[in-house]
């Protein structure tokens, strides 16, 4: 991929996306112990005690987890961040990016579930975990298009 950007925009660029409940890894900001195993968590922010209603069946039957303190939203996901944290590790990537919006024509966006930044400060590469099924979901196939046709980037399905 063509995208490249200094060490001076990419703190920029992490400053100004930086979320409460998201962060970004680098070797200096990483812990090395042990990858926590994922942990099912069964809190849902903005839902009603569980004494009130049944919990709401996920669409496609997803479980969220929860790993090194970052909740994800299916088990799929946590296990592809624990890998790619291992690339971290060893050197091979310099960061990985969670959940980074692109704009595509007609204010739509996309949400990339990982980017990972290559040591020479190149895009590496966009991740989205999928699973067979919402792979066929006809939204996720038109921006998957779009971002090919925009950005000139091919979104890896994992």
Request: net charge positive; aromatic share 10%.
């Given at each position: ?5 200094t ?16 962060r970004?890894?680098?070797p ?12 099912p ?17 996920p ?18 996901e946590?296990?592809y ?5 291992l690339?971290?590790?060893a ?7 969670r ?7 007609g204010?739509?966006?996309?949400v ?12 590496e590469?966009v ?17 998957k ?13 994992v």
């Open positions: 991929m063509a995208l490249r950007m060490e001076e925009e990419f703190a920029e660029w992490q400053r100004r996306h930086q979320q409460p409940n998201s970004v890894y680098t200096q900001t990483l812990d090395y112990g042990a990858i926590s195993g994922a942990v968590t069964e809190e849902r922010p903005g839902a009603a005690p569980t004494c009130c209603q049944p919990p709401k069946r669409k496609y039957g997803n479980k969220r987890v929860e790993v090194d303190g970052i909740k994800f939203d299916s088990k799929h946590a296990e961040y624990q890998y790619l944290m690339r971290v590790r050197g091979e990537l310099k960061s990985v990016l959940q980074v919006k692109f704009d595509l024509p204010g739509i966006q996309y990339a579930d990982f980017v990972t930044i290559a040591p020479d400060m190149m895009i590469g991740y989205d975990a999928k699973s067979e099924i919402t792979k066929q979901n006809r939204v996720y196939i038109n921006k298009k779009q971002m090919l046709a925009c950005w000139g980037i091919e979104i890896k399905e």
